[in-house]
Every structure is written in structure tokens, then in C-alpha cells.
């Protein structure tokens, strides 16, 4: 119980901690990485998770660069660039694929293959972050 409480009265209280933790913690990713979003433009399940990373990107403040394999755009990401090899160099296989990048040490980690939901997406970075830190 003093793990993860079972008391109704304090559950509450103990979920809006761990939201506030998380939160800080991508927070503090976002100072020192960005994003390269792998989609295309006919690609229905980048279509669905497009405003996901938008809606992450907004409410963490991180970059991210949309890569678009197929010259197309999607309504979030109107400003997608072509690929120029990218996507072969980091054996991107599926579509969506989202990668965290660390300009200073050049560090590329995959984050999803495939659309995401909000917390599914920021409880992969937590995981990319407590194998970082180990």
C-alpha cells in the first residue's frame, strides 16, 4: 500500500503524483532530444497517429522533423520533408515510426512502429529513459 495506494479516498491523489512525475520527466527529455517522424501521406495508420505526435510535441515542447517517405503530407505535418535516405539508414520497416534523436550525442532511439496512443507513447519514452539511466 505505500507502493500504490488501495484506498479509494487517496487513489486519486496518488494518480495526479504520477502524472505530475511523468510529465516532468519528458519534460526534462524534451530539453535534449527531438523527434524524426517517418510517414506517408496514403498511410492510413499515420493518419491516426499523426495528431498524437502533434499533440505530444505541443504539450512537451519537443522538435520533431516529419519525414515523408511517399512526397505526400498529412493535415498535422504540412511541412514534411522528403526522405533522403534517412528511413534506410535507420532500417525503418513500418509505417508510422517514430524516433528520439540527441542532436549533442547523436543518439537515435526508436519510440513506436506503428500509431500510439498519448500515454502508450510517453510511457515508451519513461521506458527509454529508465534504460538510460541504468
Excluded: W
Excluded at 491523489?13 to 526534462?28: D, H, L, N, P
Excluded at 520533408?81 to 513500418?94: F, T
Excluded at 537515435?108 to 538510460?132: F, R, T
Amino acid at each position: 500500500t505505500l507502493k500504490f495506494p488501495t484506498n479509494h479516498l487517496v487513489q486519486p491523489i496518488y494518480a495526479r503524483e504520477q502524472v505530475k512525475i511523468t510529465e516532468s520527466k519528458i519534460q526534462q527529455f524534451s530539453k535534449n532530444h527531438g523527434f524524426f517522424f517517418f510517414l506517408a501521406s496514403r498511410c492510413q495508420y499515420c493518419h491516426a497517429f499523426a495528431p498524437v505526435v502533434k499533440q505530444f510535441v505541443q504539450k512537451y515542447g519537443i522538435s520533431v522533423v516529419p519525414i515523408t517517405l511517399d512526397g505526400g503530407v498529412l493535415p498535422e505535418f504540412p511541412n514534411a520533408i522528403s526522405d533522403n535516405g534517412a528511413a534506410k539508414a535507420l532500417n525503418v520497416y513500418s509505417l508510422p515510426s517514430l524516433f528520439a534523436v540527441n542532436p549533442k550525442t547523436q543518439q537515435i532511439i526508436p519510440i513506436a512502429n506503428g500509431a500510439l496512443s498519448l500515454s502508450e507513447l510517453e510511457e515508451n519514452i519513461l521506458k527509454i529513459m529508465d534504460v538510460q539511466h541504468e
